[in-house]
């Protein structure tokens, strides 16, 4: 059954949470190219930050992009309100809040999974927020602040009660961060509680592991975070095996480098050489995480300074996992990419220019030292 929040229908039961550093719009473009209806937030922002602020680019949105959220975080009513319509006004279909984070930057004043201890202040501030846009509103929270306080179940209905529209339930409490394991059955309990739609999350890596999700939770989707980190074709695997039954092949190591040298070149490209490269570092690890013999390699991605370096090193990766034919794919697909970025091959770059564009000089790539 399809699933609405507020006045829109969900096409896909897959979500791709806020994930901080990681749901920019660059991770969201290689998603949707992959999968276009998925439902995504960007990373959170914070409220406060945007009273000074209120052009932060964590709330860019491509005008293409739907169904997407832009989550907010804070405690303080009004400025979430405030914060909830520059959303809107970016283009958001929704808001939502987190009520979750667990990070004692965040928590120690009363943001993120504090505000579990706070319920009367959290229906504050979804009711604020609610009357303040005309998106739905929806709540990220976690089972509770500890063992001793699992009030997933309370807080859930509070949520529903004071306007929300949606739930993300992470099966796992404040005090845990992410150590054992997400418990599937208390978000079963919270699903059962509540009439609107309820998205269970934590620790699905695989579409087998969200089909078993749904069957032990009920839930109406599923939220995907960690699994897909260097490996987006994970969200249309699961939507495929969850509609159809039918569990795709993952892609091949030289599919992977190819998508890693995309992200890579897409950061270069909207944040700039400097930050884009430094930023691709850890998406790399990602992408070349479980490749027998990549370790060598991950190590010196963790170092390049410019996306030469990282066409250089991934095609030396894909050369061991491909042989000579996966090396060539590799390049074919980095001359094609700078093309449709506008850019000759060969053109090069400087790393001290700020470039907004960001080729590879892919001859110079060639001929790639053989390991
Ligand atoms: C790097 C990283 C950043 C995250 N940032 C956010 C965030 O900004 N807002 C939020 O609500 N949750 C955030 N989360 C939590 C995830 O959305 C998700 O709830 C959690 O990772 C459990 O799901 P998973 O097991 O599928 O990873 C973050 C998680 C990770 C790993």
Redesign the pocket.
Known sequence: MPIKIGNFTLQSRVYV??????TDIVFRQIVRSIDPQCMMST??VSSRALLARPESRIMDLDPDEHPIGI?IFGHEPDVMANAAQLAQKKGADFVDI?M??PVPKITKGKDGCALMREPDLAREIISTVKAAVDLPVTV?FRLGWDDSNRNAVEFGEMAEEAGASMVTV?GRTRQQL?SGK?DWTHIALVKKALSIPVFG????FSPENALQLLEITGCDGV?????TLGNPWLIPRITKYLDHGILDVAPDEVERLIAGYRHSAGLAKYKGSRIGINESRRHLTQYTKGISGAAPFRNRLTQIGSLTDCAQILSELAYVVGGKEGQERFLRAVEQDDLKNGKEPGEGHSDRESSVQAPVDVRAVLPVAKP
Do not use: F, L, S, T
């Open positions: 949470p806020p994930m901080a550093g990681v990373e959170m989550q987190n979750g984070c990220k992470h992410y997400a999350n934590g620790d699905v939220a995907v975070a960690r699994g």
